[in-house]
């Protein structure tokens, strides 16, 4: 129990330690980098968290230093960190896409086919979290080389698409959207009719603006 307790008592002070670099002296971060050992980068911090998880949300440009050392270091497990799940089941690109989608373009070519078809604890994929917090951005991830029908036709544990969310939440972007159908940029015409599990397509949660 004890062990237990300091434990929890370290991670809660070593991911202190680095939010406070991520913040303040990101920097610093970066050139000392390539002295942190094995240990420390594959640590899970408070709520599950690794180093890439609290980078998303509080500096994302420092993701692309971790990825070149992970590539650098022939030992360090890359798919430790890249595919790694917080307690909400978000991967680093969930926490991206609710707080940092600005940082989309600078880091879309770390973004992997098996990374962006993972889902959260309640089976949110990366589009549902986009169309809910930050639809501006969704046209432009819609067109990354890794969506595929899997992705766009996957639904959460009530059986809501992507676009069910959209329309719920942010039903200014829908027309948008359903132009990169009507264009054929994506042909997937046949998502606007599934139902989640009320019966509900889509269009039965497009709200008037």
Not at 7 to 22: G, R, W
Not at 29 to 40: P, T
Not at 186 to 204: A, H, Q, R, S, T
């Amino acid at each position: 129990m004890l062990k237990g307790v300091k434990n929890i008592f370290y991670l809660l002070i070593m991911s202190n330690y680095l939010l406070k670099l991520l913040k303040n002296d990101p920097q610093k971060l970066i050139n000392n980098l390539s002295n942190i050992n094995q240990n420390e980068l594959y640590t899970r911090y408070f709520l599950n968290n690794t180093i890439l998880h609290l980078a998303a949300i509080h500096y994302p440009l420092f993701i692309d230093a971790v990825f070149d050392l992970l590539h650098i270091v022939p030992e360090m497990n890359y798919n430790m960190l890249y595919n790694h799940r917080n307690f909400f089941g978000y991967t680093w690109l969930h926490i991206l896409c609710q707080y940092n989608m600005k940082y989309y373009n600078y880091l879309k070519d770390f973004i992997q086919a098996d990374l962006i078809n993972m889902k959260d604890i309640v089976g949110n994929t990366c589009l549902h979290i986009i169309s809910r917090f930050n639809p501006e951005y969704l046209e432009t991830f819609l067109k990354n080389p890794h969506i595929n029908n899997n992705l766009l036709f996957s639904k959460d544990i009530l059986g809501n698409t992507f676009l069910h969310t959209l329309n719920y939440y942010n039903p200014e972007h829908y027309n948008k959207i359903e132009r990169l159908f009507n264009n054929n940029i994506i042909d997937i015409k046949n998502i606007i009719d599934i139902k989640n599990i009320f019966g509900n397509e889509c269009y039965n949660y497009f709200q008037e603006y």
